[in-house]
Structures are given as structure tokens and as C-alpha cells.
């Protein structure tokens, strides 16, 4: 995991980067070369907007859009975000992206996994007195 800060109008916040997200960064790259940077922008842009997708069934986790600059194609058609966002403690969790084209939804399965992984992450938060 890697940390890094993003500041939004009003609220600076940690972007935890995870493993996953790293991996499928790294491949997306190819697509859109500056793709984690229009992923802060996107997300900056959501979180002063107030415009967040939560999925049901996960735990929590928020389904952003990130346009594609390099191929002229914007947010509803460019790539999909997974991240979970923790307003107190002012952590954003980066699970995942990929391009819409290639994947239009999660399966149940994937939802499962966000769900339990949100679980894992907020029981981590109260070991450590926190709250998520």
C-alpha cells in the first residue's frame, strides 16, 4: 500500500493505494498514460460535488468514472473506479479500476469480496480506537 495526499476545496485526505489498484493501473496505463492523475481529478471532482455512486451490497465502496483524455472519451464511457471513502478519518481507499469497455459490472461475487474487505478495513479503524 502507498500513501499520498489529495486536497479538496475544503478537506484534505489520505488516497490509500492498494495492491490491486496498482496492478491494474500499471496495465491501464498502456490506455491512458496519465490515468492516475485523472483519477485524483475525478475524485476531487465527486467529493466536492457530493456526487458519490455507492454500490449496494458492498460494504460501502464507490464506483467513480475517470474519462479518458488520451482516446477522447469521457467519464461515462472511459474507466471505472473502486474506492471506499472514510470522511472522518479523511482516508480514501483505492481498491481498483478498470475500463468500461472491457467490464460493465461487478458480479455478485466481487461485490462479496468488496463487502468483506470494507468489514476487514472498518474493524481495523475500531482496534485502533478509530471510528469509520
Known sequence: MSLEALQT?????????????????????????K???EVRKSIKQDLESGDLDE???????IKGRVASPSRNIGKS??????????????DIYLHTIYDHHS??????????????AA??????YAAKGRRP
Open 77 to 90: 464511457g472511459g474507466f471505472r473506479l473502486i474506492y471506499l471513502l472514510f470522511r472522518v478519518q479523511q
Open 119 to 124: 468489514e476487514a478495513i472498518k474493524r481495523a
Open 55 to 61: 454500490i449496494r451490497g458492498t460494504g460501502g465502496w
Open 35 to 37: 490515468l492516475h492523475d
Open 103 to 116: 467490464k460493465s459490472d461487478l458480479t455478485q461475487s466481487e461485490k462479496r469480496e468488496l463487502k468483506a
Open 9 to 33: 476545496a475544503d478537506v484534505p485526505y489520505n488516497l490509500i493505494r492498494l495492491p490491486l489498484y496498482d496492478r491494474a493501473l500499471k496495465t491501464l496505463g498502456r490506455l491512458e498514460p
